[in-house]
């Protein structure tokens, strides 16, 4: 079984910062993709920063400039550092990730349960 476990929300001021982590355990072979999401009240999710095993990232526009995304492979973990927050960030921030599990050929891909960030003016 392979688990995906999000820390680092909260509230805060909007130009201010916080800094997700999401650890994956379990039976894990390898990572491919990891990434992060958010879903705001009566939104679709969607992407924010994505970073693949090559180290290549990905950034919505919408966070471009204020969002770094990182992993560490040796811990099978991600991480968003957020600054200069604005309001409209507000939303709950899920992890992803693309993950082969020992014994298999394929990667599955995994949700972490979810962390809200809210952001006040």
């Known amino acids: 079984q392979v688990q995906l476990v999000e820390s680092g929300g909260g509230l805060v001021q909007a130009g201010g910062s916080l800094r997700l982590s999401c650890a994956a355990s379990?039976?894990?072979?390898?990572?491919?993709?990891m990434g992060w999401y958010r879903q705001a009240p009566g939104k679709q999710r969607e992407l924010v920063a994505q970073?693949?095993?090559?180290?290549?990232?990905n950034y919505a526009d919408s966070v471009k400039g204020r969002v770094t995304i990182s992993r560490d492979n040796a811990k099978n973990s991600v991480y968003l550092q957020m600054n200069s927050l604005k309001p409209e960030d507000t939303a709950v921030y899920y992890c992803?990730?693309?993950?082969?599990?020992?014994?298999?050929?394929?990667?599955?891909?995994?949700w972490g349960q979810g962390t809200q960030v809210t952001v006040s003016s």
């Open positions: 992803n990730a693309d993950i082969i599990r020992v014994g298999n050929r394929s990667p599955y891909n995994y």
């Open positions: 379990g039976s894990i072979f390898s990572i491919n993709a």
């Open positions: 970073i693949f095993s090559s180290g290549n990232t």
